[in-house]
């Protein structure tokens, strides 16, 4: 009986320990991805994508700001692609920077460990600048 208690208690806890490295995969980071478009749609290769952190999102960002607290900056492919992994969960600001060309809004992008938010923005030619009418937040996909 003692020899079959000993048994059990070996099978259980090799059973234990070949699930524990399951666990330590769950992530902690997640990704921010998406395209940089003209107004009319076509991709915009070559523009510098900027993400700053903003561990206190109620307060407003100058450009000034924005330039000082950049956390990394990634570069478009052909097709206007990015994409920024292992970003820590929360709350950033994110912008296309590329000559000639203008942002006008600069969105939020909330990040959630083990999910990727996605974000398309668009950019005009210098002359055709338009304001964007207030904060819009971007999240995972559903």
């Not at 994508?49 to 700001?65: G, K, T, W």
């Not at 206007?80 to 820590?88: E, I, N, Q, T």
């Not at 000639?100 to 996605?118: E, K």
């Amino acid at each position: 009986m003692r020899r079959l208690n000993i048994v059990t208690a070996a099978i259980l806890m090799a059973g234990v320990c070949a699930l524990l490295p399951l666990g330590a995969n769950a992530g902690t980071t997640g990704t921010i991805s998406g395209y940089v478009f003209t107004m009319e749609g076509h991709p915009l290769p070559g523009a510098a994508v900027q993400i700053v952190d903003l561990p206190y999102a109620s307060e407003p960002v100058r450009d000034i700001d924005f330039t000082r607290r950049i956390l990394d900056v990634r570069t478009t492919d052909s097709n206007g692609f990015f994409v920024f992994l292992s970003m820590d969960p929360g709350l950033y600001e994110i912008r296309p920077v590329l000559a000639g060309w203008n942002f006008n809004c600069v969105p939020r992008v909330v990040v959630f460990a083990d999910q990727t938010s996605f974000i398309d923005m668009s950019m005009t030619d210098l002359e055709l600048f338009t304001p964007c009418g207030g904060t819009q937040y971007y999240g995972p996909l559903g």
